[in-house]
């Protein structure tokens, strides 16, 4: 018996198996799992659409940003030029790299695994798919109201990076830094929702068999992505949060006049922007080292090396932010460790770049358009990483510091770590999604066209960083010697563009998605996502004895084909994936997958519509839009946790697990764990800002409020917590009394949060605290403003628990919506607790 999960690993000899299936099967899963028709394709959920819709909108963003870079290199191909007005680009400068950032490489790749983990894990889909549809619209709509403020001049102008003060009120006065920072925030929480997505299909959607040995390697680097995303992503919410109350409503919290620094903005937005340099070479690596072994024929060279690679990239690259601050005056002990960690970080992408090398000299190359992207990618990333080791060594980034010489780094990195490989990518998977696959001589050209133009676009830059060039201007004086350089670079970014433009058309030509039938496996990859699928993914679920499925388990497609492995059929008649164990993938319940529904596509409306007003400061406007969010998110949820028709279901060859599961082994007590670990990274990173600000000016702050009020608010918050967790035991005992008694204290529950977040607020109001006055000040009401919105939302809880209890929807039999909000609640006492006592007790209570 396995020690995981008490599977008998022994009931995988009964796959395949021999019997033929009955008539039928097929056409049920077709029928569950059928395409969308007319106007219903706004409303699909299931992977094959969104994981389409998603990288369609990415690179979309991506031409959008590459059209302003050219108009941008048009201004710099000679001096004094006027071809942009300095304030025109500005904008465009920021909205460029905005967009690149922000609203292409993360997605992009997010997208990508979206649309390939299914079908790589052998799952039906991922297992929260109305959640990939809301964060997609959220992301399309909120990325293209971004952009279309550059036509009505409200486009934000301080940078990508928006420092303070320059994107102060003081200088910046309109609400062109508000549409960046409110937008950016909105954009950073649709990442985050397809992160959890994504950590839960991969750790708990794998086909049987398919132990964390076995899973691709494309998958690992999907899962460390999305673990970074969920540790990195919440400093940029609170740095934007930070900034929008500062301009919103003058709490000081970067204006060192009251008590602020603007460094926390840097410290805050670095360590979120550096580890996404590596949330975006990642996936983009896992990419590259599933493609190398398809397009050489044999198998990755150091599997391992190559995993334990990736999880050091992403440990260490969370040392690594304040490399970007070498010429801010940091103490020499703090720019010592971090060059260090910034030169260590090297070591594992060396480790992948050498397994690469050595896979394409274990077997034979065969240079395709894949194949030239993946070397191509190889060797404009190594360029970059040698620049990126030498910025690293501090002596010479204060030489290279803000010159042009970082824009030619930064631009080899992520174009060699993550552009060429994502197209790399799409030529090698598209076969999988369209009916034709993409020109074999048209990709070659879009290629060498495209290599040509990215080296001679930005390797002339280094010259002119070296020369003196400084980054971020709009032009420049003639007679420098910078002259030629920038024509050089001008023209190899109208050859980027042009390699563009005809892989644009190529796609026009031949992209032919949703289809009765895919191009297939055109290269001779070894994946399960190779298997002929439907809609409903695979016809069923396989045993997985193997890291390469397709090459050592003779006969599999045929078999799976055949639906002589698990899930051949729907076994409750509707739409439904198998849950796996965390560790060797041993079948533990069957999850019951939601119909395609408008309720998620109108909250993400209704969402980005209240973040939107919120920013023109519409803002009776917004809170109508957020209301009818909120209720969008209601209709959602409402018959998620839906009455059970039978307790256990045949997932083949006689084998029967649970229907439903509700506590730590179920899907969605792991969903909200990773939410609650967001919220909790914005409290840890919350009080790093509140020591912070206190270490730059610990004379200024005053005591905090007398200790005899503490107990009144502490007292609420742990009340809270308790209710919670006894509500949930009082519903399991089963009565109907229990049931109602159960809904009450979960309802008192979430009003005791509130109770206790409103005395702390009255506490620090009784002594007379202003935010506007001092940085310290802002610091508590931004801790309250925190803790007040967790509290909202457990309101919120607690009346569609009770809503739930008056439409009798409320069962000890499906306990998880009890449970999930008791988690909820449980968090939020403690978070109440831990923010109050950090805020009273320091410093000097």
Request: a neutral charge; charged letters at 10%.
């Amino acid at each position: 018996m396995s020690s995981e999960t008490g599977f008998d690993p022994e009931l995988y000899k009964r796959f395949p198996t021999t019997e033929p299936r009955p008539d039928g099967e097929l056409e049920e899963l077709e029928r569950l799992w059928c395409a969308p028709r007319g106007w219903q394709w706004i409303s699909a959920i299931n992977n094959n659409y969104v994981g389409v819709y998603y990288i369609g909108a990415a690179m979309l963003f991506f031409v959008l940003a590459g059209i302003l870079a050219v108009l941008m290199r048009t201004q710099l191909a000679l001096p004094m030029q006027g071809f942009l007005a300095q304030e025109t680009y500005n904008q465009l400068f920021t909205v460029h790299g905005t967009m690149m950032m922000f609203l292409f490489a993360v997605p992009a790749v997010e997208a990508l695994g979206v649309l390939l983990l299914p079908q790589m894990l052998g799952a039906r889909d991922l297992p929260f798919p109305r959640l990939s549809a809301y964060a997609f619209w959220a992301y399309l709509i909120g990325g293209l109201a971004f952009f279309c403020s550059l036509f009505f001049g409200l486009a934000p102008n301080g940078g990508w990076f928006m420092y303070p003060p320059l994107t102060s009120m003081t200088y910046s006065p309109g609400i062109n830094a508000d549409f960046w920072l409110v937008g950016i925030g909105f954009i950073e929480i649709s990442a985050i929702a397809g992160a959890i997505e994504i950590i839960v299909g991969v750790l708990r959607n794998r086909a049987p068999g398919m132990s964390l040995d076995k899973m691709p390697i494309f998958a690992w680097a999907m899962l460390i992505f999305a673990v970074m995303i969920i540790i990195a992503f919440p400093s940029v919410i609170l740095a934007t949060t930070l900034m929008e109350l500062e301009r919103a409503l003058n709490w000081p919290f970067f204006d060192p006049v009251r008590g602020g620094d603007p460094m926390l903005w840097q410290h805050l937005f670095w360590f979120f922007g550096h580890p996404e340099v590596y949330i975006i070479f990642l996936p983009a690596a896992g990419a590259t080292s599933t493609i190398i072994p398809a397009i050489t024929g044999t198998k990755l060279v150091g599997y391992r090396l190559v995993v334990l690679a990736l999880l050091a990239t992403g440990f260490i690259s969370f040392g690594v932010w304040a490399h970007h601050m070498f010429t801010t005056g940091m103490p020499t002990i703090s720019t010592s460790y971090f060059s260090a960690a910034s030169m260590a970080v090297s070591i594992p992408a060396g480790v992948q770049v050498f397994a690469w090398i050595a896979t394409i000299a274990a077997g034979k190359m065969r240079f395709n358009t894949p194949g030239l992207f993946a070397v191509g990618g190889l060797v404009t990333f190594v360029m970059g990483g040698l620049t990126g080791v030498m910025v690293a060594m501090v002596p010479f980034d204060w030489q290279a510091h803000d010159s042009y010489f970082i824009v030619a780094h930064l631009h080899y990195v992520l174009i060699g770590g993550m552009v060429f490989p994502f197209f790399a990518a799409i030529y090698y998977w598209l076969p999988m999604s369209s009916s034709r696959p993409l020109s074999e001589r048209w990709g070659k050209w879009v290629f060498w066209l495209m290599f040509a133009g990215v080296h001679i676009t930005f390797l002339p830059m280094h010259l002119t960083g070296l020369m003196g060039m400084p980054r971020r201007v709009y032009t420049y004086l003639p007679d420098r010697g910078w002259d030629l350089p920038n024509m050089i670079s001008t023209a190899g970014a109208f050859l980027t563009a042009f390699a563009v433009l005809l892989w644009v058309i190529d796609m026009a030509r031949n992209f032919r998605p949703f289809g009765s039938r895919d191009a297939g496996n055109i290269y001779g990859g070894p994946g399960l996502e190779w298997l002929p699928t439907g809609l409903y993914s695979a016809r069923s679920v396989p045993v997985i004895t193997s890291l390469y499925p397709l090459w050592e388990q003779k006969g599999l497609a045929r078999d799976v084909e055949a639906g002589r492995y698990f899930l051949p059929n729907s076994a409750t008649g509707r739409r439904e994936t198998l849950v796996t164990s965390t560790l060797n993938a041993e079948p533990q319940y069957l999850q019951r997958m939601p119909v395609p529904s408008p309720w998620p596509i109108w909250a993400a409306v209704f969402t980005a519509a209240a973040f939107l007003l919120l920013t023109v400061q519409a803002y009776w406007p917004s809170l109508i839009a957020a209301v009818l969010a909120i209720y969008c998110v209601f209709s959602w949820c409402w018959l998620l946790d839906r009455p059970v028709d039978q307790l256990t279901a045949d997932i083949g060859a006689g084998i029967r697990v649970p229907t439903y599961v509700s506590g730590p082994g179920s899907h969605g007590w792991w969903a909200m764990i990773i939410t609650l670990v967001v919220g909790g990274m914005v409290l840890l990173l919350a009080g790093f800002s509140y020591v912070f600000l206190w270490s730059r000016n610990p004379a200024t702050w005053t005591p905090p409020p007398d200790l005899v009020t503490l107990p009144a608010t502490l007292g609420p918050y742990v009340a809270a917590a308790l209710l919670a967790w006894g509500a949930c035991i009082a519903l399991r005992l089963g009565r109907s009394r229990s049931r109602m008694i159960g809904t009450a204290m979960m309802v008192l529950a979430s009003l005791l949060v509130a109770t206790g977040w409103g005395f702390d607020w009255q506490a620090w109001h009784a002594i007379g605290a202003d935010p506007t006055t001092s940085a310290q000040f802002a610091m508590v009401y931004a801790f309250i403003a925190w803790d007040g919105f967790f509290a909202f939302v457990s309101v919120l809880m607690g009346l569609f628990v009770a809503l739930r209890q008056a439409a009798g929807l409320v069962s000890p039999d499906r306990p998880s919506t009890f449970d999930l909000v008791a988690l909820f609640l449980i968090y939020t006492g403690m978070q109440g607790v831990a923010s109050s006592l950090l805020i009273r007790l320091f410093p000097g209570a």
